[in-house]
Nanobody, 123 residues
Framework: QVQLVETGGGLGQAGGPLRLSCAAS????????MGWVRQDRGKEREFVAA????????YYEDSVKGRFTISRDNAKNTVYLQMNSLKPEDTAVYYC????????????????WGQGTQVTVSS
């Protein structure tokens, strides 16, 4: 199991950027496929982006393609989500998540979760 801690949430402006970071504990981070999942109040969790163990492959939900970029630094045990061109509908709690499943999930089907960080985008 990996422990995950997200930072970098807060208030953003429509059209502006925010960057989320997720620090992982342990020496096995490089064996985890990682993802970001968000949940707005009253809604189900929604897949946002994912990245493979090596970082070679990335996946995005359609509404964030071209605006968000997921990346990772295995030497620092950290995964990032750079969010540009923010929209009010991006407002949600963002969760960092990981799994050792062979296939990178493009749904919220992850095994280990952070506590979440609130992102609020004002218009």
């Amino acid at each position: 199991q990996v422990q995950l801690v997200e930072t970098g949430g807060g208030l953003g402006q429509a059209g502006g950027p925010l960057r989320l970071s997720c620090a992982a504990s342990g020496r096995t981070f490089k064996t985890y496929n990682m993802g970001w999942v968000r949940q707005d109040r009253g809604k189900e969790r929604e897949f946002v982006a994912a990245i493979s163990r090596s970082g070679d492959n990335t996946y995005y939900e359609d509404s964030v393609k071209g605006r968000f970029t997921i990346s990772r630094d295995n030497a620092k045990n950290t995964v990032y989500l750079q969010m540009n061109s923010l929209k009010p509908e991006d407002t949600a709690v963002y969760y960092c998540a990981g799994t050792r499943k062979l296939v990178v999930p493009t749904t919220p089907a992850y095994d280990d979760w952070g506590q979440g960080t609130q992102v609020t985008v004002s218009s």
